[in-house]
Each structure stands twice: as C-alpha cells, then as structure tokens.
C-alpha cells in the first residue's frame, strides 16, 4: 500500500447477536487507527447470512456503538444491498476460470459460524473442477469454487502486528465462493466490499487469520492491492478460553445495564492488551494521540471485571450530579425498571445529591449505587446481629441509648454534630467509635460496609434515624 494513501479503516459486525466486547473491542481499534491517522472510519453491516441476522439485533449493535460514540464518519454500507454486484463479480471471474461449478453435496454442517468458513465437502474428495458440464447441468443449483493458484508454495502476508505470516498453499483447498443457494460467501464477498469501500488496512480478530490467504487469492485475482492485514489477539476468560457468559457478560448491551459508563468501558477495552507504558486512564484525546499496533500484545488477554469495576468507579468519582441522573437513563434503556423514578419518589434532590456524594466514593457501577440508594431508602427487613458480633458488648444497649438520647434533643442533625456527640458518648464509656459505629451503621442499612455513617444520619433525618436505632435497641435487649 502507498504510504500517502489517506487511511480508510472500517468495523464489519453481523447482526447475529448483541453486540459483544470482543467485537466491539475491534471496533475501538479500529477506530483509534483512523483517528490517530487522520483517516475514516467506516461502519458494514455484515448481513448477508438471512437466517441468522434479525432487526433486534442490528438495533441493539447500532445502539451499542451509538453509546460508545463509535458510529461511522460515513454512511453505513449494508452488505446485502450490494449481493446483485457480487454476483456480478463472480460471474466474471466464472467466465475467466477462475472459479468454477461445484455439484457436490454440502455436509451437513455447511457453515461454521464462528470461522465463518464453508465446510464444503473436502476439495481431495471433490472432482467437479477436471469435469465439464453441459449447459442442462448448469441449470441445475450449484456452488462455485475458487480455483487456488497452485503455482507457489506459499501465500505470505505481513501482519502489523503478528509480523510475517507464512502459509502453505497445499493447505488450502478451493473453497467455495457462492452456496448452493446462491449466496456468496464471507470470504467472497468481504473483499469485494472492502475493495469498494477503498479500505486501506483490514483490522479485525485473529479467529480470521486463516481466511486472509484465501481473501488474498481474491484480491490477486480482481487485480486490486492487497490491504495491510492487522489481527487482534482475542479476550480470554479467566482459564484462557474465549470470553464467554460463563466467565462474565459479553455483550456491551449488558454492560450499559450494569451502570459501567461509556469512557470506562472504552479504556478498559483499550488497555486490555495495548499498552502505554504503567498508564491505566487515558482521555480519548490521549488514546488517539498514543495508539500504535507496536504496543498490542501479542497473546490473548485476560478479562478482569474487578479491574473494569474499578476503572469505572474512577469514572464515576469524575462525574457530577447531572452526569450521574443521565447515567441513570442507561441502566433503565431496557424498559423493565425505572430507576431513576423509584429514586426521586424516595428522596428529594437535596438528599440525592449527598447521596451520591457519599457513594460514589467506592462505587464499582452506578446500578450498584442506585440500588444501594433505594435500599437506603427504607429500615433494614432484618438486623443479623452476627454481622456486628464482634463489636457488641454488655454495655451495647448503654452506648446506643446513651447516643439515642443525646441526639434527640440536637437542633442541627449534622454530621460533624452527629460525629461529635459519637466521640463524646464513647469516651464516656471507655469504647472506641466502631463499637458505635458498626452497630450503628447495621441499624440503618442492615450491613456493616456503608459510607460514613454520621453523612447518611444526616441525609435520613432525626425521625427515621431513631426509628432504625430504636429497633435495633430492641434486638439487643432481647438478644
Ligand atoms: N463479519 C465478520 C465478523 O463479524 C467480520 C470479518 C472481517 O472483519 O473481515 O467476524
């Protein structure tokens, strides 16, 4: 490839499925390398396998790739409306040789999805290319195959980032361009698409490096320049296989419903498995600007949720009240719940927003939060007072009472007030604060992790707080 030639990347999912991070890793990728170029990104909907690609699921991609700001910098091509313009091109390539009829039968199994290769009958089995068929055979369906060039040994590309890769052409064997059926194939029909949407540099997972030599022959044959290759190593899951729903969630649709935030997600992707130097969080300007293939490793990469969990609660530390309401809007996109509206029946904005303050100090995902918020909302269902055991003394219900009472006469139920009278009360009793606290803390949110105990007093107010201690006064008398 020219090296002036303006940089014309492109993403190419099939609407068969949500769209999952694997894939929408790929597009990230591809996306930094037309920014940092200065190139196009460009967006084909792969959607000529009819049976399996449904409107649901290309809705549900778009809007992935809408959430992730990754929509094309031109129109989206759909590869379906082009199909009359493949079989134009095969056509011609028939008339030359270079493909020719194929009358076996397809095996069963015709399509391995996931290669998205043909398991036609094994060409050594298959005969068709050494006979001629009269014109009343041809009226019959058939597959064409793709006559190999045998005349070297091997096929060899440069991958940018696996470097040379070299592979014997007696390994492979004349596929098939276009079924029975009459529908061409991937491998057929992404060259075609990708010589005419002028894409310069073909990015895309490592599960289609053994279909590059294949696609090579095609491009050899139309006369048309090979592009650069780039194949990403895959996600893996925490045994080393692909990232599937028993390691964690691999649609990026459910990531959006968790509460992850769209720069989260997008760092994380990034980072797994591209590397600048120690640095975990990047502005998209700094991505773009930093983005290579020298620093993608070369090994699959492992998923880590609990590292995503924490990237996204630096994300959420970053945002502002507004930013947190709207992030609210994607965790409900589905329709089953409305979050946001349970909130606001629960809290006025005021306590909203302490709220938030408060939890977003260790927050891993804004449904977490909300749901954290509405549960806050109401007393604890039940106290276990083996949670708090370690911190309970003969003297608990003393300590609580002597609390309960000091606090009910406060004007201003603040925290450094609240915090105040805790120090005072303990000292008194010779006790440290957690031997308040703790309790304290399972009387209001019936657990013994929370933010600040004396913040959220303040938020739920005098009557509700005694309300909840007085319960738990109960308990312990009884205990
Ligand atoms: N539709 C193919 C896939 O989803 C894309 C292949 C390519 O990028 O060449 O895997």
């Known amino acids: 490839m020219s090296k002036n030639k303006k940089v014309r990347v492109r993403f190419a999912p099939s609407p068969t499925g949500h769209l999952h991070v694997g894939s929408v890793r790929v597009a990230i990728f591809n996306w930094l390398f037309a920014r940092h170029h200065a190139g196009t990104y460009l967006v084909r909907i792969e ?11 290309l809705d549900s991609q778009l809007s992935s790739l809408k959430w992730l700001d990754l929509m094309p910098d031109e129109h989206i091509l759909y590869q379906l409306s082009r199909i009359e313009e493949h079989k134009k091109v095969i056509q011609d390539l028939l ?23 043909e ?16 014109a009343d055979d041809l009226k019959q369906p058939h597959a064409l195959r793709f006559a190999v060039p045998r005349g070297v040994k091997t096929v060899e590309f440069d991958d940018a980032i696996r470097g040379k890769i070299c592979v014997d052409v007696d390994q492979i064997n004349d596929f098939i361009v276009m ?56 996600i893996l899951g925490s045994l080393g296989n692909r990232l599937s729903k028993r390691d964690a969630a691999v649609s990026v649709q459910d990531y959006k419903r968790q509460g992850f935030l769209p720069g989260a997600l997008f760092n994380y992707l990034v980072r797994l498995g591209w590397s600048h130097g120690d640095q975990e969080i990047f502005t998209k300007e700094e991505l773009v600007q930093f983005f290579d293939f020298d620093h993608i490793g070369k090994k699959g990469a492992i998923f880590d949720i609990k590292k995503l969990e924490w990237l996204n609660g630096v994300y959420i530390r970053a945002m502002d009240f507004d930013d947190f309401l709207r992030a609210i809007d994607d965790i409900d996109d ?93 000292a008194e009793f010779e006790k440290k604060l957690v031997c308040l606290a703790q309790p304290l803390r399972l009387a209001l949110t019936g657990k013994t992790v929370s933010p600040g105990v004396f913040e959220l007093m303040e938020v739920l107010g005098k009557e509700d707080v005694l309300e909840r201690l007085n319960v738990l006064i109960k308990k312990l008398q009884e205990h």
């Open 334 to 426: 589905n329709g089953d719940h409305d979050h946001k509206e349970a909130l606001i029946a629960l809290w006025e904005r005021e306590q909203l927003e302490k709220l938030f303050e408060q939890y977003k100090a260790r927050a891993t995902t804004i449904l977490a939060m909300v749901q954290d918020m509405l549960s806050l909302g109401k007393a604890p269902k039940v106290l276990d007072l083996g949670l708090i055991q370690k911190w309970i003394t003969d003297q608990s219900v003393d300590l609580l009472v002597s609390f309960e009472r000091n606090i009910a006469t406060l004007k201003r139920f603040e925290h450094e007030i609240l915090s105040g009278v805790a120090k005072t009360v303990c």
């Open 179 to 234: 079924r029975k059926d009459g529908i061409p194939t991937y491998n057929f029909v992404v060259v075609l698409d990708d010589i005419f949407m002028n894409i310069t540099h073909v990015i895309r997972g490592e599960d289609h490096i053994s279909n590059t030599p294949k696609q090579m022959f095609i491009y050899n044959a139309l006369g048309a320049s090979v592009p650069v290759f780039a194949h990403l190593p895959l």
């Open 47 to 57: 959607d000529t396998d009819q049976e399996r690609s449904t409107k649901e699921f």
């Open 119 to 134: 398991t036609y009958v094994e060409q050594e089995q298959c005969t068709c290319k050494h006979k001629t068929f009269s």
């Open 95 to 117: 008339e030359k040789n270079i493909v020719y009829p194929c009358f076996c039968e397809p095996s069963m199994q015709t399509v391995d999805y996931e290669k998205k290769e």
